[in-house]
């Protein structure tokens, strides 16, 4: 853990007092031995670490999982479970927080508006990232806003994209 703390510890000297730091982590690897008993970095890793960080001044956990060893990664974990399941990472961040009452954000697999704000209403994480998400649709932000009630007119988009849209839902497309 020596150089993630050694790290933090310099990025906090260096940021404003009133700026949050956020530190990403693999909370598990995903690792199983040859009797199916996990040998990598396990849940009660990160609560150690999540601690001693917060120690350190970061405010808040971004909790991934895998992607720590090549040869058992996120990758093979989705080919044994054949498809990734929604919000499949979020009970990481829930763990992470009742654990150690480090603020939190849920990543991994959450597609729309709904289930983010669910994760948050839950008190399962504190904020959401949606990385690629965002790569699949960059207007993921104002589609999860409509799809939560928020922006039903379209005045939140781009003028360029808002006024095709709001007609396109006004009028419909005819034939």
């Given at each position: 853990?020596?150089?993630?703390?050694?790290?933090?510890?310099c990025v906090r000297a260096n940021l404003p007092a009133d700026m949050p730091?956020?530190?990403?982590?693999?909370?598990?690897?995903w690792r199983k031995d040859l009797d199916d008993r996990t040998d990598g970095w396990m849940i009660e890793d990160s609560f150690v670490l999540a601690r001693e960080l917060q120690k350190r001044g970061v405010d808040l956990i971004d909790c991934s999982s895998?992607?720590?060893?090549?040869?058992?990664s996120l990758m093979d974990y989705a080919k044994q479970r054949e498809k990734l399941v929604r919000g499949f990472q979020v009970p990481?961040?829930?763990?992470?927080?009742?654990?150690?009452?480090?603020?939190?954000?849920?990543?991994?697999?959450i597609l729309d508006g709904p289930?983010?704000?669910?994760?948050?209403?839950?008190?399962?994480?504190?904020?959401?990232?949606?990385?690629r998400e965002a790569l699949n649709d960059p207007h993921?932000?104002?589609?999860?806003?409509?799809q939560l009630g928020v922006d039903p007119e379209w005045n939140e988009w781009p003028d360029s994209y808002s006024w095709w849209l709001a007609l396109r839902e006004r009028t419909g497309i005819e034939d």
């Open positions: 853990m020596r150089l993630a703390l050694e790290i933090a510890e730091l956020f530190f990403r982590i693999s909370c598990v690897d895998g992607g720590i060893r090549a040869e058992n990481h961040a829930e763990a992470i927080r009742n654990a150690t009452g480090i603020p939190t954000m849920a990543v991994g697999v289930q983010a704000e669910a994760i948050l209403q839950a008190g399962l994480a504190d904020l959401i990232a949606i990385g993921w932000g104002v589609h999860a806003a409509q």
